[in-house]
């Protein structure tokens, strides 16, 4: 039984371009987080994937914006990127709208240069 | 607005002694709280949660966690390190499920 797969592992950037992310979710969850964690600091909510919808969204600008798809599979596409969205990038399903437990995968590392 | 905070960016211990791992928050509302623990280069592994009931809350690799409604607080404990539990350790909280919050995160190292 896969876990929550991620791609890529690594992705070197631009400032100004735009990176899309993967995520496969464990099999059996239908709900995909994701997050991102910057250096030497905790996981920072960016939103939610529902029913191909977005449920939760923290607090990230439009440059941030998502797509789940039937499979239940997920990406996260980042516009204009700026140095600081050099981080590490955690996506994570749960089972159902109530993400009662995570399960997350080993991220995508990007840096921007 | 919701917070969690990690008074303590690295805790040390020697194996076999008992190890207290430190978590506080905020919320505006009843908390759901979690421990995740991540090895270098790897995703967040669960390690255990709150959600209503009984206080302590018993989960993976024989760690433990206190809920203190009064002193908003989850530590995490374990009554006997090991050099493998050396890792960071995060604590989450949730009101809804859906949104959750990471603390900074705390680097626990067990000697031998």
């Known amino acids: 039984d896969a876990g929550v797969t991620q791609s890529p592992t690594h992705l070197i950037k631009t400032r100004g371009q735009q990176v899309t992310l993967r995520c496969s979710p464990k099999?059996?969850?239908?709900?995909v987080s994701w997050y991102q964690q910057a250096l030497g600091q905790g996981p920072q909510f960016i939103f939610q994937?529902?029913?191909?919808?977005?449920?939760q969204r923290g607090n990230f600008p439009d440059r941030f914006s998502g797509h789940q798809f039937p499979n239940y599979s997920s990406e996260l596409n980042v516009n204009a990127l700026l140095l600081g969205d050099s981080a590490l990038y955690l996506c994570?399903?749960?089972?159902?709208?109530?993400?009662?437990?995570?399960?997350f995968g080993p991220g995508t590392r990007l840096t921007v240069t | 607005a919701q917070s969690v905070a990690q008074p303590e960016d690295q805790v040390n211990v020697a194996e076999g002694n008992p190890l207290t791992v430190k978590c506080t928050y905020s919320?505006?509302?009843?908390?759901?709280l979690f421990w995740y623990v991540q090895y270098p280069n790897r995703g967040l592994q669960f390690l255990l949660k709150?959600?209503?009931?009984?206080?302590l809350v018993k989960g993976s690799y024989g760690f433990e966690a206190e809920f203190n409604k009064s002193q908003t607080s989850f530590h995490l404990k374990k009554p006997s390190a090991l050099v493998s539990d050396s890792a960071l350790y995060f604590c989450?909280?949730?009101?809804?499920?859906?949104?959750?919050?990471f603390g900074s995160g705390t680097k626990l190292n067990v000697k031998p």
């Open positions: 919320v505006s509302g009843n908390p759901y």
């Open positions: 989450a909280v949730s009101l809804n499920f859906n949104k959750f919050y």
């Open positions: 994570a399903s749960s089972l159902g709208e109530i993400a009662n437990e995570q399960y």
């Open positions: 994937y529902y029913e191909e919808e977005e449920r």
């Open positions: 099999s059996g969850h239908d709900t």
């Open positions: 709150y959600i209503t009931g009984d206080n």
